[in-house]
Structure formats: structure tokens, C-alpha cells
């Protein structure tokens, strides 16, 4: 690959796709876990940390902004109310921190807090004792309060911070830098070495690839990689006459960018809006066509501008960068100057797949689909019955989904079965783990199916993973 050894700006297009393996590398402590094929196929997987004996995930994280290797560590999970910062305490001083938690079961070593004094960074401490006192809150007008308790919420002391060297630390690092686009790649202080994004240098900005209003392939700053607003919001405008659309952001810091989705036909363009202010008021369109003020709630909305023009936007054009055997690297041709690989594409079913395991327990590269996906409702209320869900019928393609199997923990992969147009179930738990299938409520414009016959795996490429 051009650049993968240090290239500046102003490089000439690539005379070549890359290898897979320049994307990945293990280190002394991190190593990747790789899936061969008997046709000369390696596809990187999960890092496995050897000192730790488990599988960890880059994570951005306080007090230095770095990102580290992290496994064992429980996220905080329990929802705020109006006016917490989530920070709780076991004394009305505010002095001594709690961590609460909703989640049963969950015997994590260490426990992750996100404070606003480190921009809501986690930061990693070790889980302390059972706490059954009092909690309080920080209230964000610095007030500390009583904060009553759910049934199911456990909450445990917060013990010392976890020493350097817990987990791998790592940081950002170009490898290319071509016109208008560069590939960032995590570097790990072991000698690891990972692709992480691409960042459209002219922006500044990561980016995904996507059809820009100009209807051509471009790597755009997505709202899953970007502190940017989205929308239109469906029902909710900026004006007193419902025909300016708001956007709704999840930081209530004013965003840089604003992503509007234009669905035509079967084929999403992505206009990119610049931003002009935070909504201090925004209103709601009736059934009835009035168009009456609203209720500011979280998230914020913000007003957009004017449109960056799609040019300034790198362009991402798909491409086969490799074969192997039925199995083709698909990949991205960025601005004529890079080239990375995104995904494994099963030539004999038309489908992308990913290696996942079968029931038996065999390494497969089985169908994946956005279009269509199982989500967990079912047809009957026994929740025996898994149904898939698609958003646009009229521009479904996809023939296969694949589904998780409940009592093996492996996948099988079904045909599209008849629509459903009956009631829908959901299996849930109760915090006293108790299991319950109950009735739940169709969403407009998504259509229900029945899980077709079963495709043997056998019919699917099998792989072997092992750890480098």
C-alpha cells in the first residue's frame, strides 16, 4: 500500500491493492486472533491480551486522552435523571464515590466512571465492596442530594484506581497521508498495530464511506464516528411553520456539522450541512397540520446552514482488492492515493459474511445484512419463533439472515420466510432474572418476517481462527 511506510501528501495513486496483513499486527503483549483459509485467506479478528488471558477493546480514556486495551471492566449502567451528573456518593458530603449498576450477574474485576472533569472520559478503578446505605447524587447546580434507588440496582464502593500498565496503552498515528484523506491506525506501546479510521484531512474530520448529494461514493463525517447533528427529525422543525426541519444532536455543545439523509427510491444520499445554531425553541407538526410549540428535551436540536460542497469530501469508490478461493476482500479506493479493506464477500450467495461460529462450533464466514436483521421479537408468545425485521420492504434484496442460536451460542442461517402481520413478542428479564415473553408494539415502516428453512453451514466457507 502506498503510504503504509511513511507517505506524505502528494503521492501518486497506489500501483496496487495492499495485503490484508498491513493492517494488523501483534505485539508482544496484544495479539490478533486470525481466521485462515484453506485458499490463502488471513482475517484478522478480536485482540487477545496474553497477560490478562482475555479479548480487549480500544478505548479512549481519561486522565491523558490515550487510548488503552481494556477487558474486565464494567460500564456504568443505570439511567440518569434531569439534572445528574453521574457521579454518586455514599455520604451526604458527596466525599466517598459509589458505582451502581442495573446489570446482574456482572463480576467484572474493575468498574469504568465518566466524570465531565476529564471532557466524560472513563477512567478505570477496582470494584469495591457491596454498599447498602444511603446513595446520594452530584446534582449538576453542585447540590448533594438523596437519590432513591430502583429495585434491581446494585451499588458497590469505588476502589483504588487501576495501576499503569493494567491494560496496553496506545495512540493515533498516520500511516498515509494522500490528497484529502489519511488512514489512522492505532499503535500499541507492545509494537501492535491496528487500522482504526480514515480522516478527510481537508475537514480534519473522521469519515465512513457513503453516497454524497453529488451521487458519488465519498468518505463522510457519519454521526457513528462524529460529534455531528443528524436528521431530518421526523416531526419536529426549527420555525413557528413546521417547513424548516431540526437536527438533533447528542451533545448539546454546539456540533461543527449537521448529516441530513435524503432517501430516494432505494439509495440514501448524504448531504453534509454546516451548523448555525442551537434551537432554544423548536415545534411539533400535529395531525392536524398545526404547527405548535414544543418542549425542549434531551437530545439538543440545532439549525443548519448551508451545504459543504460534496467535493470537498474525499472520494471512497468500492473495489475487489483480492480473491481467495469464493471468498473476495472487498475494499475502498480512497482519492486515488489509498486503498483498505472493509469486509469478505461470498461470491456464490451475493452476500458479504464475516466469521462467526456455527452450532457445531466451526469457524464459518456466514451472511451478514443491514437490510435485514433479527432483533429479538418473535410470532408467537412463547418467543419460539424469531421473526426478521426490514425497513423498506420495497427495496429488500436480501434473501438470508442469520441468527443467533439461544442454547449453543452459535449461529444458523435461515431464508426469508412469509410476511408477518400478526402480533409481535419479545422475550425480556426481570431483575430477579425471571424470563417473560411479552406483547410489544410494530414500529411504522418496518415489516416483519418469518424465519425461512435453515441453510446447512456446511454450505458456507469454513475458516480456522487462532491467535498469532
Known amino acids: 500500500m502506498a503510504g503504509c511506510g511513511g507517505a506524505t501528501p502528494g503521492n501518486s495513486a497506489p500501483s496496487g491493492p495492499p495485503s490484508t496483513e498491513?493492517?494488523?499486527?501483534?505485539?508482544?503483549?496484544?495479539?490478533?486472533?486470525?481466521?485462515?483459509?484453506?485458499?490463502?485467506?488471513?482475517?484478522?479478528?478480536?485482540?487477545?491480551?496474553?497477560?490478562?488471558?482475555?479479548?480487549?477493546?480500544?478505548?479512549?480514556?481519561?486522565?491523558?486522552?490515550?487510548?488503552?486495551?481494556?477487558?474486565?471492566?464494567?460500564?456504568?449502567?443505570?439511567?440518569?435523571?434531569?439534572?445528574?451528573?453521574?457521579?454518586?456518593?455514599?455520604?451526604?458530603?458527596?466525599?466517598?464515590?459509589?458505582?451502581?449498576?442495573?446489570?446482574?450477574?456482572?463480576?467484572?474485576?474493575?468498574?469504568?466512571i465518566r466524570s465531565a472533569l476529564h471532557d466524560g472520559l472513563p477512567r478505570f478503578f477496582t470494584r469495591g465492596e457491596h454498599f447498602t446505605g444511603t446513595v446520594h447524587t452530584r446534582k449538576q447546580d453542585g447540590a448533594c442530594v438523596q437519590r432513591p434507588i430502583s429495585n434491581g440496582v446494585t451499588a458497590f464502593r469505588v476502589g483504588p484506581e487501576v495501576p499503569a500498565g493494567t491494560f496496553v496503552r496506545g495512540e493515533l498515528r498516520e500511516r498515509h497521508a494522500g490528497p484529502g484523506i489519511a488512514t489512522v491506525f492505532i499503535e500499541g506501546e507492545d509494537g501492535s498495530s491496528h487500522f482504526d479510521h480514515l480522516r478527510a484531512t481537508e475537514h480534519d474530520l473522521p469519515c465512513l464511506a457513503g453516497l454524497a448529494s453529488d451521487d458519488v461514493s465519498r468518505c463522510l463525517p457519519l454521526p457513528l464516528n462524529n460529534q455531528t447533528a443528524s436528521g431530518p427529525t421526523p416531526s419536529i422543525w426549527a420555525n413557528e411553520t413546521c417547513t424548516e426541519p431540526a437536527y438533533h444532536s447528542p451533545s448539546c455543545t454546539l456540533p461543527r456539522l449537521a448529516v441530513h439523509f435524503e432517501s430516494k427510491q432505494c439509495t440514501t444520499r448524504i448531504h453534509v450541512l454546516s451548523v448555525v445554531e442551537r434551537l432554544t425553541q423548536t415545534h411539533f407538526q400535529?395531525?392536524?397540520?398545526?404547527?405548535?410549540?414544543?418542549?425542549?428535551?434531551?437530545?439538543?436540536?440545532?439549525?443548519?446552514?448551508?451545504?459543504?460542497?460534496?467535493?470537498?469530501?474525499?472520494?471512497?469508490?468500492?473495489?475487489?482488492?483480492?480473491?481467495?478461493?469464493?471468498?473476495?476482500?472487498?475494499?475502498?479506493?480512497?482519492?486515488?492515493?489509498?486503498?483498505?479493506?472493509?469486509?469478505?464477500?461470498?461470491?456464490?450467495?451475493?452476500?458479504?459474511?464475516?466469521?462467526?461460529?456455527?452450532?457445531?462450533?466451526?469457524?464459518?464466514?456466514l451472511p451478514t445484512s443491514l437490510e435485514l436483521s433479527f432483533t429479538g421479537l418473535h410470532a408467537d408468545n412463547a418467543c419460539t419463533q424469531p421473526l426478521f425485521e426490514s425497513s423498506r420492504e420495497e427495496c429488500l434484496q436480501t434473501s438470508l439472515a442469520t441468527v443467533r442460536d439461544v442454547s449453543t451460542g452459535g449461529f444458523r442461517v435461515h431464508e426469508r420466510g412469509s410476511r408477518h402481520d400478526g402480533e409481535l413478542f419479545q422475550r425480556l428479564v426481570s431483575p430477579d432474572g425471571t424470563t417473560r415473553c411479552l406483547e410489544r408494539t410494530r414500529q411504522p415502516g418496518v415489516t416483519y418476517w418469518r424465519t425461512g428453512a435453515e441453510i446447512p453451514a456446511t454450505s458456507f466457507v469454513p475458516g480456522t481462527p487462532s491467535i498469532e
Open 286 to 365: 400535529q395531525a392536524d397540520g398545526n404547527c405548535q410549540p414544543t418542549a425542549l428535551a434531551f437530545p439538543c436540536y440545532v439549525r443548519a446552514g448551508e451545504e459543504v460542497p460534496a467535493q470537498t469530501w474525499p472520494e471512497a469508490i468500492p473495489i475487489d482488492m483480492a480473491t481467495h478461493g469464493r471468498l473476495t476482500v472487498r475494499g475502498l479506493n480512497l482519492a486515488h492515493s489509498a486503498m483498505i479493506p472493509t469486509a469478505l464477500l461470498d461470491t456464490q450467495v451475493g452476500m458479504e459474511c464475516r466469521f462467526r461460529k456455527d452450532v457445531e462450533g466451526t469457524s464459518r464466514c
Open 22 to 112: 498491513d493492517f494488523f499486527r501483534s505485539g508482544s503483549r496484544l495479539r490478533f486472533e486470525v481466521t485462515t483459509t484453506r485458499d490463502g485467506l488471513r482475517w484478522p479478528g478480536n485482540l487477545f491480551d496474553q497477560t490478562r488471558g482475555a479479548v480487549c477493546d480500544w478505548t479512549k480514556a481519561a486522565p491523558d486522552g490515550a487510548y488503552y486495551c481494556i477487558s474486565g471492566v464494567a460500564p456504568q449502567g443505570l439511567l440518569l435523571r434531569v439534572g445528574e451528573t453521574g457521579d454518586f456518593y455514599a455520604d451526604a458530603d458527596c466525599s466517598q464515590q459509589l458505582w451502581l449498576t442495573s446489570s446482574t450477574g456482572d463480576a467484572s474485576p474493575f468498574i469504568s
